[in-house]
């Protein structure tokens, strides 16, 4: 079964490049498009895709305030958020909001496909040098952070999941690293969403570095 995928953007030229790619792409199809916020929603409602890949600055209804609205309950869109690096503070406010991941407007296509695979797959990891500034600048903010969080349950063998986690390692090099399946890397990442009350795996990024366990000089 195909990707279902919204392309939101007000740039004409932007929707019908990702357009474009995702029609040579044979696992992936754009169910629609919208120049607005408002109109992501309202499709969303309507077509319920997969995933929406969501500029941040559009007019009227914004990014960060759709994306609020499409994820919110269980089994709801997932949302990933075209970006540039002059906009970490909108970055911050759309993973409050909800997001999955973050896409630069100048990453290669492909490069692009894969991570809206990787969203739809519900594990919301992004290549590590998108995610890694982001979330290293959004831990270290004092104000607005996310609701602290302790580490009570967790075991030490899930902290080292949770640390490589942090530093930016996919399921496969976490696998290598602790000698273990890439099947058991998925159930320890399972306990830690459950345990950690985390939506997905951009969030343990977070609880790594807000509790320590992984800072920008390690």
């Known amino acids: 079964m195909n990707i279902r995928v919204i392309l939101a953007d007000d740039h004409t030229l932007i929707r019908a490049a990702l357009q474009m790619v995702i029609a040579d792409a044979p696992d992936i199809e754009t169910v629609g498009q919208s120049s607005t916020g408002d109109e992501a ?11 929406v890949v969501m500029d941040i600055r559009m007019p009227g209804m914004d990014g960060i305030a759709a994306t609020r609205l499409i ?3 269980p089994g709801a869109t997932r949302v990933v958020m075209l970006t540039t690096f002059d906009e ?6 759309a993973l409050r909001a909800g997001a999955s991941g973050f896409l630069l407007k100048d990453m290669a296509l492909d490069d692009i496909l894969d991570a809206v695979r990787i969203v739809a ?3 919301g990891l992004i290549a590590p040098s998108v995610t890694r500034r982001l979330i290293e600048q959004f831990a270290g903010r004092q104000q607005p952070t996310p609701p602290a969080r302790n580490l009570d349950g967790i075991t030490e063998r899930e902290c080292e999941v949770l640390t490589l986690v942090g530093r930016g390692q ?3 090099e976490i696998a290598e690293t602790m000698g273990i399946t890439v ?15 985390a ?6 990024v977070i609880i790594a570095y807000q509790t320590g366990l992984v800072s920008s000089t390690r």
């Not at 970490?88 to 406010?93: A, I, R, S, W």
């Not at 099947?183 to 009350?197: A, E, F, Q, S």
């Open 41 to 51: 929603v309202r499709l969303v409602g309507r077509l319920r895709p997969d995933v």
């Open 71 to 73: 994820t919110q309950g």
């Open 88 to 93: 970490d503070d909108h970055v911050y406010g």
């Open 121 to 123: 797959a519900g594990d």
């Open 170 to 172: 996919t399921n496969t």
């Open 183 to 197: 099947t058991t890397v998925k159930t320890y990442i399972g306990r830690l969403l459950t345990k950690l009350n």
């Open 199 to 204: 939506r997905d795996r951009v969030q343990l």
